[in-house]
T-cell receptor, first 114, second 113 residues
Framework: DARVTQTPRDKVTEMGQEVTMRCQPILGHNTVFWYRQTMMQGLELLAYFRNRAPLDDSGMPKDRFSAEMPDATLATLKIQPSEPRDSAVYFCASGEGLRTDTQYFGPGTRLTVL | KQEVTQIPAALSVPEGENLVLNCSFT??????LQWFRQDPGKGLTSLLL?????REQTSGRLNASLDKSSGRSTLYIAASQPGDSATYLC????????????FGTGTRLTIIP
């Protein structure tokens, strides 16, 4: 049963610290998406990749957030420095790159910045 | 900018009843619309995907309809069960050529045994 995996599942950190979240997309999927979910804003797209190349990161605060795909099996989202307003659940999703198909979501990383 | 609205934000119904969840979107130039389910502390699971050329999709007790011209979709759940309790989100993909999804804020559904 192929699934998107994310680590860590929970992260508590102090303001100013660097946070790295990792995602392993489903093998063979060539699109990867990072979303952030908060009570106030709901689900927002931060960035997305096709074949490891960033296609759209317009939803991401550029000064502190960065997203990369070092290889086809790993996507990372970094926040440096972290702020309390970054507290949210961060989801990774992957897809086959077919617009007729859905995206498959990971379980999320719950981030709390104190 | 596309905006997706789901009303009501929360809904409670007795087990066994049929129910309808609503989704509306402001820009009718969509490529497809999806309904997702989210359980507490979990990720999203896709339930149904309707292409812009389609009017409805069915899976088991679920039926989703799409009226693109009026900017509306409904998710019909027949013979509701306690296991249907979850948050349901709709999302639209725009026709602009990318795969970005714009999500609604969801309807939290509780089925009362």
């Amino acid at each position: 049963d192929a699934r998107v995996t994310q680590t860590p599942r929970d992260k508590v950190t102090e303001m100013g610290q660097e946070v790295t979240m990792r995602c392993q997309p489903i093998l063979g999927h060539n699109t990867v998406f990072w979303y952030r979910q908060t009570m106030m804003q709901g689900l927002e797209l931060l960035a997305y990749f096709r074949n490891r190349a960033p296609l759209d990161d317009s939803g991401m605060p550029k000064d502190r957030f960065s997203a990369e795909m070092p290889d086809a099996t790993l996507a990372t989202l970094k926040i440096q420095p972290s702020e309390p307003r970054d507290s949210a659940v961060y989801f990774c999703a992957s897809g086959e790159g077919l617009r007729t198909d859905t995206q498959y979501f990971g379980p999320g990383t719950r981030l709390t910045v104190l | 900018k596309q905006e997706v609205t789901q009303i009501p934000a929360a809904l409670s119904v007795p087990e066994g009843e049929n129910l309808v969840l609503n989704c509306s979107f402001t820009d009718s130039a969509i490529y497809n619309l999806q309904w997702f389910r989210q359980d507490p502390g979990k990720g999203l699971t896709s339930l149904l995907l309707i292409q812009s050329s389609q009017r409805e999709q069915t899976s088991g007790r679920l039926n989703a309809s799409l009226d693109k011209s009026s900017g509306r979709s409904t998710l019909y759940i027949a013979a509701s069960q306690p296991g249907d309790s979850a948050t349901y989100l709709c999302a639209v993909a725009e026709s602009s050529g990318n795969e970005k999804l714009t999500f609604g804020t969801g309807t939290r559904l509780t089925i009362i045994p």
